[in-house]
């Protein structure tokens, strides 16, 4: 046995994050960490790699006790970690990002040759063969991810922890990052993998523990388990079917928006759309193939420079999101880390926040309508806190990101964008979310859907637009509508349907 958890305990005013949670890691194996929001995973892993003091417990690796009182005495003795929001530098060179700290010098100074030598060598390995001259941030994601496990692994060398690392990547680049995981599990590391995507973790992982409320539920080898026994694990009860029901009246549903030849050079194509009452529009694609930025452009982030928007009366503006605000529009995006949230602030307060900002600061809202609302949607999203009071930077990722779609929510658009609403969040809280969509649009607010989970759109969405290059390239309408259509439109090459 490579490294071993005994009895691991973290308690944090009003929760006990961690209770007595046992881990055995082995060399050579990917073991899988799951549970349900706010269950302990993150602090788990900031436990064993000393960013946070544990309250109890014994860690030891390869038969000796350890504790590490810093993320930097974790990777001296071998433990490395890799979240989910790179933690390199975007405007440091790839070869400075990977040799950051260890830079080979000559009389004193970096010598970048032998940096840039050094750094090629190691990504080599890896099989990747970039420019590592360029600034990190001019590379997509998978490969910031890659740069950053590669350092890591350098540094570190035994053990690997991977938090939600796969959160904002699409397949192809998962299937990248899958195999310099499955190319270092040869190499005798063990991997320590956090997800919500069951189906990555069926495909990569040897062993799973699962986790609830702190404490250890199960660990046991992925072959022996179903998707189902793994969600039940989580749940802690057996899962209803959460199919939703197909839209129905779609057809029939008056047009409330008019988007015609909207575009911005270098962004997105111009593209037509007209977006119904009570109607799902869900917006399929690669990353990058132009969906987050037909997103930004309705809410006027990256405003149009040709086109117009309209509705039953006339021209809607869109230069900016107060304007999109001012007309009914929310959008919840993707990332909701750099956006989203207050961190000192309560989850009653980042709930209220977009509500009070579209009343005017100088009205605030009454304290007693505000704490039913904050009630209301903590119930509703199922947002997993002690209480409405706590500041929201003291949630678990999921929680936080379920209270920033309640503060748009709150707000009662007529048109709601979101981009990949249920990712990094529990399987149960997900169903709640599309039930929670399908509600809002009976109810008549128009929603417009990113993701890159079919499935997901396929249930959710009455029509769904295919992008590709930067361009909408195929429309799919009613019995149409089914994930083999959208992987066929995303695949197939030339002409625009
Ligand atoms: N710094 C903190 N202060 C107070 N409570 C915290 C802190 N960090 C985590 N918690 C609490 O500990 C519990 C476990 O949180 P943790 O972040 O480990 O969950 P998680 O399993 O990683 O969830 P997710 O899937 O949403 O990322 C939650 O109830 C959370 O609110
Ligand atoms: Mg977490």
Redesign the pocket.
């Known amino acids: 046995m490579l490294l071993s958890i005994r009895s691991l305990t973290k308690v944090?005013?009003g929760?006990r994050?961690l209770d007595g949670v046992d881990l055995d890691l082995h060399a050579g194996e990917v073991h899988a960490l799951l549970?349900?929001?706010?269950?302990?995973?993150?602090?788990?892993i900031k436990c064993l790699t000393g960013a946070y003091a544990r309250d109890g417990g014994v860690i030891t690796m390869e038969g000796a006790a350890i504790d590490p009182r810093s993320t930097l005495e974790a990777q001296g003795l071998g433990i490395g970690t890799v979240y989910q929001e790179v933690n390199l530098l975007e405007n440091l060179t790839v070869a400075q990002n990977l040799m950051f700290g260890r830079e080979p010098r000559k009389w004193g100074l970096v010598d970048s040759r032998a940096l840039r030598r050094q750094a090629q060598a190691v990504l080599g390995q890896y099989g990747l063969d970039i420019d590592v001259d360029r600034d990190l941030g001019s590379y997509p994601v998978a490969i910031r991810q890659i740069v950053a496990i590669a350092r890591a692994v350098e540094i570190s060398g035994k053990v690997l922890i991977l938090d939600?690392p796969t959160a904002s990547l699409d397949a192809r680049e998962v299937a990248m990052v899958f195999d310099v995981v499955r190319g270092l599990r040869a190499r005798g590391m063990a991997i320590v993998f956090?997800s919500?995507f069951l189906d990555q973790v069926f495909e990569l992982a040897d062993r799973v523990t699962v986790?609830r409320n702190?404490r250890r539920v199960a660990s046991q080898p992925v072959a022996e388990l179903t998707r189902m026994s793994l969600v039940e694990q989580m749940l802690g009860r057996a899962l209803e079917e959460v199919v939703e029901a197909p839209h129905e009246g779609s057809e029939a549903a008056p047009p409330l928006l008019h988007f015609t030849g909207m575009g911005r050079k270098g962004v997105i194509e111009p593209f037509d759309l007209t977006v119904g009452a009570g109607e799902v529009v869900g917006l399929a694609g690669l990353l990058g193939s132009g969906r987050t930025e037909t997103a930004e452009l309705l809410f006027g982030i990256r405003p149009a420079q040709s086109g117009t928007a309209r509705d039953a009366n006339g021209d809607i503006v869109l230069s900016n999101p107060r304007t999109a605000i001012a007309a009914g529009f929310g959008f919840a995006p993707e990332d909701r880390k750099l956006d989203g949230i207050v961190g000192d602030l309560s989850v009653r307060e980042n709930i209220i926040l977009g509500m009070q900002a579209q009343r005017g600061w100088a009205r605030p809202i009454p304290r007693g309508q505000q704490n039913k609302l904050a009630e209301d949607y903590i119930k509703r999203l199922d947002i997993?806190?002690?209480d409405r009071e706590?500041p929201i930077?003291?949630?678990?990722?999921?929680?936080q990101q379920k209270a920033v779609l309640a503060r748009w929510l709150a707000m009662n658009p007529r048109f709601l964008i979101l981009d990949e609403p249920t990712r990094?969040i529990?399987v149960g809280a997900h169903a709640e979310i599309l039930r929670l969509i399908g509600e809002l649009t009976r109810a008549g607010m128009s929603v417009l859907v990113i993701s890159s989970e079919l499935d997901e759109l396929v249930a959710v969405a009455d029509r769904v637009i295919v992008l590709r290059d930067r361009r909408h390239v195929a429309e799919l309408t009613g019995s149409a509508v089914g994930s083999d259509r959208i992987m066929q439109a995303i695949a197939s090459e030339g002409e625009a349907a």
């Not at 549970?35 to 788990?44: C, D, I, R, V, Y």
């Not at 930077?393 to 929680?399: A, D, K």
């Open positions: 944090f005013p929760t994050a549970g349900e929001n706010g269950a302990g995973k993150s602090t788990l939600e956090v919500h986790l702190g997993r806190t002690s706590k930077g003291q949630l678990s990722g999921g929680n990094g529990d």
